[in-house]
């Protein structure tokens, strides 16, 4: 195996992520600051110490391999990963995920993962009721065991990498937050893009990735600001967030999300001042 200039390692992979997303070299040189010699050096050392081809080119156009598609999520998810940690966005706290983002505009996201086991010992009984009725159904969304809860969540399913809803249950968080007309109209969108940059989004969405590889199931705490009802202003909200792994009726993979607003929540960095700027009218 060649040994790889580990103290490079992090520009090589930025290298590969940049021409991977843009196929062109003049444009990936520009977008790094860099020289057309180097980023072909950290290609050609990359693909030495991979033992395979992450790119062709023809008629001076690159391409991915399959070998460079492959690769390429992997890479995102190393970049974001130490991109975060190095600002300091991105831990663990026992072991499990932590991320923290604030920006100049005012908006922040404060996220931490839980043992499942917290869904026990939650001021409300909403989010084991929910994993109960999700076992007796054996994770299929149409049994008569998950009929009770169902309009308490939301359901989306993956297409090309982004999570569309399929369905928002009418009971959910997400109607008496943003309201039933953008309830209504968010069959067949998109969750939406997070605020804090593509790099920031990857550890968001790390942990949809992680229930849809185990189908099985994670809980977070979640202390940010989203846009509130029609007008669209930003509000502080705190809530519990439980994902679970689940199957339409084709045996196709789908997402539940069940969230619950309440201050019940322990997020490192987030005291009780931030959480009781939510309004008392808006826990669930």
Known sequence: MTEVNQPLLFEMIRSFTTLAQTLNLSHAVAELNSTRQTVRRH???????????????????????????????????????GTGWLTGQSGQINGLQFLRHEDTSGWCHYQQQHPIARAFTSSGDLLHSVIRAWSMAGGYIEDDAFKDVRPYCTVSRSVNGRWLFTEVGDLSSYVSWFGWKRARSSIGASLGEMPGGSGFGLLVGAAYQEVEATQSMRLDHVYTLFPRGDEGVLSPICYERLLLGARYPDHSYAMITVVRRTYDVEIHGVNNDMLRLMPEDMLM
Request: charged share 30%; proline share 3%.
């Open 43 to 81: 290609i050609s050392q990359l693909e030495e110490a991979k033992q395979a081809k992450l790119f062709t080119v023809e008629n001076r156009r690159y391409l991915l391999t399959d070998a460079g598609r492959n690769a390429l999520p992997e890479a995102l998810d190393i970049l974001a990963r």
